[in-house]
């Protein structure tokens, strides 16, 4: 039957190992098939090594399973929710079993304890930490405050993190697959233009970039037009020029908008009056 941990999971938050020291102190361990036990719907983790797993598989077949999986009795089976790795190696090893603990646990300590096992143990990519996070605060309704006291981070820490969910796809998929930092990433922040961020990023990872060689790019060109603007400006600069003749005033234009200058009111008239937007009197 499953139980409830000798401490609330609220008084020894903060240490993944008191969590299982305390869990595996119960002395409730079982025997559980594999096929009646389900991944963990709150696993943070996205991305396994499967040079690890199947190092671990084999250590398994040879050795068996030495630290138990924690699972929650569902309607059909169990739920896992610590111990993913040796689930899917003991998968790969072949076995019919597992060695697993039952504890009661409802989806806030669920969720809690996968994250804290994946950040202590440093399983998580920057980004599968920050969605994590970001899983915490709207699915259980947390404050960051509340989310730095539960999980022993500090609150601008969690901040800079969460900014990381921002980043353009194209970059989330170089930072994943390590080929970008977190440094490198949170530095890339601190431009508005997605077209720009990927450029850098890019440049970055074939020219090998350190965080502060990347940070210096930036800070010298970030207000320099990218070499898409450039040439966006060049290819509407006879446009310009046709409308700054027919107004006789000077007009900006790129991309997205067209600027005409006025110097006051007179003068805007006489523009409207060219344009023909004057009521006729």
């Not at 020894?12 to 991944?39: A, C, H, M, W, Y």
């Amino acid at each position: 039957m499953a139980k409830r941990l000798k401490k609330g999971l609220d008084q020894i938050f903060g240490d993944i190992d008191d969590v299982i020291n305390d869990i595996s102190g119960k002395n409730d361990q079982t025997e559980l098939p594999l096929e009646e036990i389900r991944p963990n719907p709150y696993q943070p983790r996205k991305t396994f090594d499967d040079d690890k797993i199947n190092e671990l598989a084999a250590s398994i077949k040879e050795h068996g399973v030495f630290q138990p999986i924690i699972v929650r009795k569902s309607l059909s089976g169990y739920e896992l929710i610590a111990g993913e790795r040796r689930l899917r190696a003991s998968k790969i090893a072949q076995k019919d079993t597992i060695p697993a603990i039952v504890v009661d646990f409802d989806d806030s300590q669920m969720m809690e304890i996968s994250l804290l096992e994946n950040i202590q143990r440093e399983d998580l990519s920057p980004l599968e930490e920050a969605e994590a996070y970001d899983q915490l605060l709207h699915k259980l309704n947390y404050t960051q405050e509340e989310l730095s006291k539960r999980i022993g981070k500090s609150r601008p820490y969690i901040t800079n993190m969460l900014r990381l969910l921002k980043l353009p796809l194209g970059i989330k998929e170089l930072v994943n697959s390590k080929k970008l930092s977190y440094g490198h990433a949170r530095t890339l922040l601190a431009l508005d233009d997605e077209d720009r961020m990927l450029e850098l990023a890019k440049k970055t990872v074939k020219e090998d970039l350190s965080v502060r060689e990347l940070e210096k790019i930036i800070s010298n060109t970030k207000n320099k037009p990218s070499v898409k603007e450039k040439k966006i400006d060049k290819s509407l600069e006879n446009v310009r020029q046709i409308i700054e003749n027919k107004f006789g005033t000077k007009v900006d234009i790129n991309a997205h908008k067209i600027v005409i200058s006025y110097k006051d009111v007179k003068d805007l008239n006489r523009i409207l009056e060219i344009m023909d937007c004057l009521e006729k009197e």
